[in-house]
């Protein structure tokens, strides 16, 4: 994995972090109108990452597991104990 690959893999880490805590946030506080903005923020930019980073290096999630010529793409990349 190079270093571009990492690096947006942490962004996608990082942001889905955040939204899943808005989340939890908002379960308690349905009612925090900046709380939801900046959750709909972070789930826009969560969806963003992940598309730049399936297009770029193939699937994160099993329903993205083909590419735009319907080849399998799992065995492409490295599994997640060879990084």
């Given at each position: 994995?190079?270093?571009t690959?990492?690096?947006?893999?942490?962004?996608?880490?990082?942001?889905?972090?955040?939204?899943?805590?808005?989340n939890?946030?908002?379960?308690?506080?349905?009612?925090?109108?900046?709380a939801?903005?900046?959750?709909?923020?972070?789930?826009?930019?969560?969806?963003?990452?992940?598309?730049?980073?399936?297009?770029?290096?193939?699937?994160?999630?099993?329903?993205?597991?083909?590419?735009?010529?319907?080849?399998?793409?799992?065995?492409?990349?490295?599994?997640?104990?060879?990084?």
């Amino acid at each position: 994995m190079n270093k571009t690959q990492m690096a947006l893999l942490k962004q996608i880490m990082e942001i889905g972090f955040t939204a899943i805590e808005l989340n939890l946030f908002l379960d308690t506080h349905p009612d925090n109108s900046a709380a939801f903005r900046d959750f709909q923020e972070a789930s826009a930019r969560y969806r963003k990452l992940t598309e730049e980073y399936q297009r770029q290096y193939g699937p994160l999630y099993p329903d993205g597991q083909y590419d735009t010529a319907g080849h399998w793409r799992w065995t492409e990349s490295p599994w997640p104990w060879e990084i």
